[in-house]
T-cell receptor, first 114, second 110 residues
Framework: DAGVIQSPRHEVTEMGQEVTLRCKPI?????LFWYRQTMMRGLELLIY????????DSGMPEDRFSAKMPNASFSTLKIQPSEPRDSAVYFC????????????FGPGTRLTVL | DAKTTQPPSMDCAEGRAANLPCNHS???????VYWYRQIHSQGPQYIIH???NNETNEMASLIITEDRKSSTLILPHATLRDTAVYYC???????????FGQGTELSVKP
């Protein structure tokens, strides 16, 4: 298996622009998670899905952030409009059915908002 | 979710065992102990988890005290590639979330 795939690996954009991050989970995994990592706040859970349905989005910082999972093999995290404080590494992870905690992480997307 | 306490950093000589401690005195009966690590510029990597019994896999061993208030992750023969931040997390296996703390930065030295 190729593992969790994220794209792009690096994204540089200007403040106010829309940013879309993409994730393909491991086949057969029913849970998908989006995390954000910064030096100041460490690794934070933003939202997670079970069987394509958002279960807990309490970590989403504000309305500028939205996440979707249209099917079992694809998810997006969108930031509109982006701000410099959104600069971070965004990780996607997936886990097997019934196992919320044994997660496999992707390589991350490093986002820089100028 | 229960909180964990880990030393911020540790050193280990290459080839020796690395023993990483974790305190989780408020762990509840159904919470598991999970260990992840994050090598620089990579995503976190699952290592091992356990509930009550000691566990071993190809990567590491997990020793959980009888009262479950602390645990130790053991890398039996540390290599330079084991240099990473190691996170100890307690969580329910079903319905729980991973809350990453600050972890222990392990430096394996030649």
């Amino acid at each position: 298996d190729a593992g969790v795939i994220q794209s792009p690996r690096h994204e540089v954009t200007e403040m106010g622009q829309e940013v879309t991050l993409r994730c393909k989970p491991i086949s057969g995994h029913d849970y998908l998670f989006w995390y954000r990592q910064t030096m100041m706040r460490g690794l934070e859970l933003l939202i997670y899905f079970n069987n394509n349905v958002p279960i807990d989005d309490s970590g989403m910082p504000e309305d500028r952030f939205s996440a979707k999972m249209p099917n079992a093999s694809f998810s997006t995290l969108k930031i509109q409009p982006s701000e410099p404080r959104d600069s971070a590494v965004y990780f996607c992870a997936s886990s097997l059915r019934w196992s919320l905690s044994e997660q496999f992480f992707g390589p991350g997307t490093r986002l820089t908002v100028l | 979710d229960a909180k964990t306490t880990q030393p911020p950093s540790m050193d280990c000589a290459e080839g020796r065992a690395a023993n990483l401690p974790c305190n989780h005195s408020t762990i509840s009966g159904n919470e598991y102990v999970y260990w992840y690590r994050q090598i620089h510029s990579q995503g976190p990597q699952y290592i091992i988890h356990g509930l009550k019994n000691n566990e071993t896999n190809e990567m590491a061993s997990l020793i959980i005290t009888e009262d479950r208030k602390s645990s130790t992750l053991i890398l039996p023969h540390a290599t330079l590639r084991d240099t990473a931040v190691y996170y100890c997390i307690v969580s329910y296996n079903q319905g729980g979330k991973l809350i990453f703390g600050q972890g222990t930065e392990l430096s394996v030295k030649p």
